[in-house]
């Protein structure tokens, strides 16, 4: 339910009401006669995003120099060259997390519903067999199914908490100087946030694992309007299983709440230790060794990228549990029939009769044991493989250009 990217970027610099330089700052005083110095207590620069520009640790957008032509006809075309490589290694990162990977996450979802399972998939090869079993049988639309709707859950997260912050007192941002008071009320907002998208959330995990065989071509906006009719209690008719939103909310707000706090800090304990390793590692000057300039280069796109993929690794392998739990709830009572992940094959419908959270993680470990938590985690591994081939992949190029440059 939460986003691939990081959630936060901290090199805004916005100046709030609670700053005491923002109150009383233009009392007395008029803009013309305001120092450059004035300015730079109140300008805003926009947020450096990794890979958008060939900026450095701790580094911020300049403000007040050169003009955009002067600075772009004076700039060497390798620098050019840097910042169109910079923008592809970003871009290939996204790609990857909500393209390549979404059939990985429709077959993760399939297994960790799917009570009906014998193979746990726990293995990476399994889970490589039956998704081309399903790709043979089905085409390879059946692994991308629902990809459109996870976009517009991410819009809608998105979109909630923006307006969320914008009519209330709860931060959006964490500042580097926080306190107690402004964690909670940020962890608040998110609460909010996912209570809000849950209904959106229940309407894409079923698009996602309902089997290609009698599903229907949804429209991207089905998701919305599926969501909608799950908080009015119209729409597709579900059977009398099925758990009202307010038994959800608790489940949800805790996966969400829980993958973020993990993600966020896993993140700045990444970016920091590769703070650390690049600013001890010798400095050479000399303008004829390529390799270092290189190097250097790289430590200016990858660190963030590399916290970002740590972060979400660790956050879904330590609360994939959670996760199986949570999807069950959500897809009981709808009348979804998935495929067997066993073969690959066929299709089977979800009949389940949990009464809440706790006794779904009560008759998973009794029926399937332990490891029934983890059913289809192999796909979380090639997901993971597959991300950082790609990194890795795009890191090789970008050297190779740099060099020939």
């Known amino acids: 339910m939460t986003s691939r990217r990081p959630d936060s970027f901290e090199g805004l610099g916005y100046r709030g009401r609670e700053d005491p330089a923002f109150s009383g700052g233009y009392s007395g005083r008029s803009?013309?006669?305001?120092?450059?110095?004035?300015?730079?207590?109140?300008?805003?620069?926009?947020?450096d995003i990794p890979g958008s520009r060939n900026l450095h640790f701790d580094d911020r957008t300049p403000q007040f120099e050169t003009a955009p032509d002067e600075a772009q006809s004076a700039?060497?075309?390798?620098?050019?060259?840097?910042?169109?490589?910079?923008?592809?290694?970003?871009?290939?990162?996204?790609?990857?997390?909500?393209?390549?990977?979404?059939?990985?996450?429709?077959?993760?979802?399939?297994?960790?519903?799917?009570?009906?399972?014998?193979?746990?998939?726990?293995?990476?090869?399994?889970?490589?067999?039956?998704?081309?079993?399903?790709?043979?049988?089905?085409?390879?639309?059946?692994?991308?199914?629902?990809?459109?709707?996870?976009?517009v859950v991410q819009g809608v997260t998105l979109g909630t908490e923006g307006i969320i912050s914008e009519c209330t007192p709860l931060p959006r941002e964490l500042s580097h100087k926080w306190n107690p008071k402004q964690v909670a009320g940020h962890l608040v907002l998110k609460g909010l946030t996912?209570?809000?998208?849950?209904?959106?959330?229940?309407?894409?995990?079923?698009?996602?694992?309902?089997?290609?065989?009698?599903?229907?071509?949804?429209?991207i906006l089905d998701c919305v309007k599926e969501g909608l009719g799950r908080v009015m209690g119209m729409g597709i008719p579900h059977s009398k299983r099925l758990l009202p939103l307010w038994n959800l909310v608790l489940p949800t707000v805790l996966h969400g709440i829980?993958?973020?706090?993990?993600?966020?800090?896993?993140q700045r304990l990444v970016l920091y230790l590769l703070r650390r390793?690049?600013?001890?590692?010798?400095?050479?000057?000399?303008?004829?060794?390529?390799v270092d300039t290189v190097q250097s280069m790289l430590d200016a796109y990858f660190p963030e990228l590399m916290a970002s993929f740590a972060a979400s690794l660790c956050a879904d392998v330590l609360l994939f549990p959670l996760e199986t739990v949570l999807h069950r709830l959500h897809i009981q009572g709808t009348r979804t029939i998935i495929d067997n992940t066993d073969l690959g094959f066929?299709?089977?419908?979800?009949?389940?009769?949990?009464?809440?959270?706790?006794?779904?993680i009560n008759a998973i470990?009794?029926?399937?044991?332990?490891?029934?938590?983890?059913?289809?985690f192999g796909s979380i591994v090639v997901q993971y493989s597959l991300h950082a081939a790609v990194l890795q992949i795009t890191k090789m190029i970008y050297s190779t250009l740099l060099r020939n440059a």
């Open 31 to 47: 803009f013309n006669n305001s120092s450059s110095s004035d300015l730079q207590n109140w300008v805003t620069t926009p947020p």
């Open 75 to 151: 700039a060497p075309p390798s620098e050019q060259l840097n910042r169109f490589a910079g923008f592809g290694i970003g871009l290939a990162s996204l790609f990857t997390e909500n393209v390549l990977a979404h059939p990985c996450i429709v077959f993760r979802r399939q297994c960790q519903v799917n009570y009906h399972a014998r193979c746990y998939h726990l293995s990476p090869m399994t889970a490589i067999s039956v998704m081309y079993n399903v790709t043979k049988t089905q085409g390879p639309k059946a692994l991308w199914k629902g990809m459109g709707s996870t976009f």
């Open 194 to 219: 996912y209570v809000v998208a849950m209904p959106f959330y229940s309407a894409s995990l079923i698009e996602t694992v309902q089997s290609e065989i009698i599903r229907d071509n949804p429209g």
């Open 258 to 266: 829980l993958h973020y706090i993990i993600s966020s800090s896993i």
């Open 277 to 290: 390793r690049n600013n001890g590692s010798p400095k050479h000057s000399s303008p004829d060794s390529g």
């Open 346 to 360: 066929e299709v089977l419908p979800i009949n389940t009769q949990y009464e809440g959270m706790r006794d779904c």
């Open 365 to 376: 470990r009794r029926e399937e044991g332990t490891m029934g938590f983890y059913k289809g």
